[in-house]
Nanobody
Framework: QVQLAESGGGLVQPGESLRLSCGAS????????MGWYRQAPGNQRELVAR???????TYTDSVKGRFTISRDNAKNMVFLQMNNLKPEDTAVYYC?????????????WGQGTQVTVSS
């Protein structure tokens, strides 16, 4: 089993920044991908950003140019630097990890951290 622990959420004003962190621990085989998803009230959970072990990244269109995902492979950590935050970024942000070789890969989720952008 793999456990994920997120931190860094909070309440900020529009235009401000936050940095989310997520660390994985437990029986990690080979962490393939880590990423951030978010879910606002009444909405489905959606991908925000994802990074695979080789460094390739994916972002949802609404955060391109404002958010940056990075990863420390040695520490099995992933970070999300969020700049120029907007009210529509308000959501619970979840860390996701995809661990193991492709044939036995498992997905794990963190418990979520609240991000609120409001004036």
């Amino acid at each position: 089993q793999v456990q994920l622990a997120e931190s860094g959420g909070g309440l900020v004003q529009p235009g401000e920044s936050l940095r989310l962190s997520c660390g994985a621990s437990g029986r990690i085989l080979s962490m393939y991908a880590m990423g951030w998803y978010r879910q606002a009230p009444g909405n489905q959970r959606e991908l925000v950003a994802r990074i695979i072990s080789g460094g390739s990244t994916t972002y949802t269109d609404s955060v391109k140019g404002r958010f940056t995902i990075s990863r420390d492979n040695a520490k099995n950590m992933v970070f999300l630097q969020m700049n120029n935050l907007k009210p529509e970024d308000t959501a619970v942000y979840y860390c996701k990890a995809e661990d193991g070789p492709v044939l036995i890969r498992k997905t794990y989720w963190g418990q979520g951290t609240q991000v609120t952008v409001s004036s």
